[in-house]
């Protein structure tokens, strides 16, 4: 199980933020060519991108790198690294655009050593064309591992003309499109409800928090990121399950341990319905809750490696 | 960049009543639909049809657009009634294929022919009322070149479905989702209001209207079919962008530019991060609103030309 809670993206060609990037505390970073990275120095940023990998991933996050749309050939060609999980595809709108984009990583996958199909390719949908072939796209390659649509992505507000941080929903057929097209196809689902942002602000700490809880209490499990460093550590906390629910995932377990002895299918208790819905979803938070502890300790460690080096 | 429409507000107006038709270009709306549809009891139909030919001049004495909603059932008679100089457009309801749409599109073709108006300038705004239509709405919205905009009736499309719409909730949050989604991505323009008065229009006090008009507009529609003449000031202006919106775009702009020679394309602005689709918004705004400036310009020099030269018709 992947623990992909927090991630931040960051501007290949700022240094201080990938040399940064691995103290973060985050589950993935995401190298960006794109939207961060001026025209003119595109050239000069594919060159940082080899070692950015190695940088970002220090502290034991997962390194992603954010391609361009228009120069996918090249970007790929200097992305395709050991080290590298994952390349996200921006504005896609087209099959064949994924189709493209897995024949050039399997190139190079075979060229530099790397596991043949490991890397994942993560197609950003953010225009109205990219949501209008949803299904298409997220089933256009066995690379795609994990799908889903941004919760208010400043290109998909773009393309459609509209305001962001304003306090009502604005993308719930987007999303709508996105979660179905990924469990019709039983791919992770990235998304999240809407919490709203009318500030526009990247840092809010306490609205990172607010938002990852209320993903993690619909049964979400992946983050989607974020911009600035304040977020990272709630995001990490909103999206783990809490002791409490540790604790109340056990007692279910107990109890439809006791119904099953008993030959019968379910039982009540007080006003809780224990039965094997309610046992399995209790299994599934524990596996999670594991899964986090895990991930926490492998990145302390790889963090303790690095200082120990220094 | 392309030129960007600006139709924030299109007035309905009724063929049988008179005074409405008359008095349709004082309202300042950027496009005025002469209602031969629902509007028009099916007795006055005929006269009605009449009418229209001679409506188109008079109505777009203010500078807007002039449109006809035409009858499904009677298109033909009732285009052959409508093409003529002075049109803009056909509103073409209860559009539920791209057939709907081509035979609509075919019709126009030979009478743009025939009575020597430009091929191609009579643009089609599709109205979707039914499940169909909206299930439909990606081969709809481009089954003709001269799709200009598509609408949601809401108010028939909950009749369709036989739903009775709750004060409190939305039924219609996916449908007009898709809407925007579709049109957009056929680059044509999504018009609607938003909830409750989507799907139950009224008048309202003009700031209740200019809200639920702000929303539509955030949820990715591009004007206001206004059932009410007292609608149009406030959907005018909750479709032209603000002089505070104004003002942070171009700081936008700059502040981007300046991330830009100085090495990044991701700067923090006033707690916000501006990276290129940002600035690539700010750019929309800015246009924008010089494109509502200049319509509303032409406008008032219309109008303003009207009233030195009273119509004959008065």
């Known amino acids: 199980m ?45 060159t940082l991108v080899k070692d950015a990998i190695a940088s970002v991933s220090k502290g034991g996050a997962e390194a992603f790198v954010r391609i361009n749309h228009d120069s996918m050939e090249e970007d790929v060609e200097a992305s395709v690294w050991p080290g590298l999980k994952r390349i996200r595809y921006p504005k896609t709108e087209h099959a064949h655009e994924v189709h493209r984009l897995d024949a050039l990583i399997t ?44 919760t208010g992505g ?29 469990r019709t196809l039983g791919l992770g689902v990235r998304t999240a ?33 974020g911009l600035n460093p304040a977020v990272v550590e709630n995001h990490n906390l ?28 379910w039982k009540t208790i007080g006003e809780r319905v224990i039965d094997r819905y309610e046992a399995a979803r209790a299994k599934e938070l524990l596996e999670w809750a594991a899964a986090c502890a895990e991930r926490n300790r492998e990145k302390a460690e790889a963090v303790a490696r690095v200082k120990a080096q220094a | 960049m392309s030129s960007i429409l600006i139709r924030r507000s299109n007035l309905l107006v009724s063929m049988a009543e008179r005074g409405q038709v008359e008095n349709a270009w004082r309202h300042d709306a ?87 108006l430009p091929v191609g300038s009579v643009s089609l705004i599709a109205v979707i009322e039914s499940a169909a239509g909206v299930w439909h709405l990606r081969s709809i919205v481009a089954a003709s070149p001269r799709v200009s905009q598509v609408a949601l009736d809401e108010g028939d499309l909950a009749a369709s479905l036989g739903i009775e719409p709750l004060p409190e909730y939305d039924p219609f949050v996916y449908a007009r989702g898709r809407v925007a989604v579709e049109a957009t991505a056929a680059r044509v323009g999504a ?53 505070e919106l104004v003002a942070w775009n171009r700081r936008v702009r700059e502040a ?23 600035d690539e918004w700010a750019i929309v705004v800015l246009a924008t609103a010089e494109a509502c400036a200049a319509r509303d310009a032409q406008k008032s020099a219309a109008k303003s030309q009207a009233s030195e030269t009273p119509s004959k018709s008065q």
Not at chain 1, 10 to 27: E, K, L, Q
Not at chain 1, 126 to 136: K, R, S
Not at chain 2, 207 to 229: D, F, Q, W
């Open chain 1, 2 to 46: 992947n623990v992909r809670r927090s991630g931040l993206t960051m501007p290949v060609v700022t240094a201080r933020f990938v040399d940064n990037a691995w103290r973060r505390s985050c589950d993935f970073v995401i190298i960006d060519l794109e939207d961060s990275v001026p025209q003119h120095l595109k050239a000069h940023a594919r």
């Open chain 1, 107 to 150: 190139r190079y996958e075979g060229a530099r050593g790397i596991e043949p199909g490991t890397i994942e390719i993560d197609p950003s949908i953010e225009t109205a064309l990219g949501v209008a072939n949803i299904f298409e796209i997220a089933a256009a390659s066995a690379r795609i591992r994990e799908f889903g649509a941004a």
């Open chain 1, 154 to 182: 400043y290109d998909l507000s773009r393309d459609l003309g509209i305001e962001m941080f304003v306090d009502f929903d604005q993308f719930v057929y987007p999303r709508g499109e996105a979660e179905l097209a990924a």
């Open chain 1, 193 to 225: 409800p809407f919490v709203a942002n009318t500030t526009g602000s990247v840092s809010d700490a306490d609205r990172a928090l607010r938002q990852a809880e209320a993903a993690r209490k619909c049964g979400l499990r992946l983050g989607t990121g």
């Open chain 1, 238 to 265: 909103g999206l783990t399950p809490t002791e409490e629910e540790l604790r109340d995932a056990q007692w279910v377990l107990e109890q439809y341990r006791v119904v099953e002895e008993s030959g019968a299918a």
């Open chain 2, 30 to 116: 950027d496009a005025i639909t002469l209602d031969l549809e629902s509007g028009v009891p099916p007795e006055l139909k005929p006269a009605a049809r009449a009418q229209v030919r001679e409506a188109l001049q008079p109505a777009a004495r203010g500078g807007a657009e002039i449109f006809v909603r035409v009858n499904d059932s009677t298109m033909s008679e009732d285009l052959d009634a409508c093409v003529w100089p002075g049109l803009s457009g056909i509103m073409v309801p209860r559009v539920e294929s791209a057939a709907d749409v081509a035979e609509a599109a075919e019709i126009v073709t030979v009478l743009e022919r025939e009575r020597r």
């Open chain 2, 191 to 243: 018009i609607g209001m938003a909830y409750p008065l989507s799907v139950r229009p009224r008048e309202a006090p003009g700031s209740e209207i200019h809200a639920l008009a702000t929303k539509a507009r955030n949820s990715g529609m591009k004007g206001v079919i206004c059932p009410y003449a007292s609608w149009v000031a406030p959907v005018n202006a909750a479709f032209t962008p603000t002089s």
């Open chain 2, 256 to 278: 981007f530019a300046a991330g830009v020679a100085a090495g990044t394309a991701a700067v923090p602005l006033e707690g916000r991060m501006i990276d290129v689709p940002v």
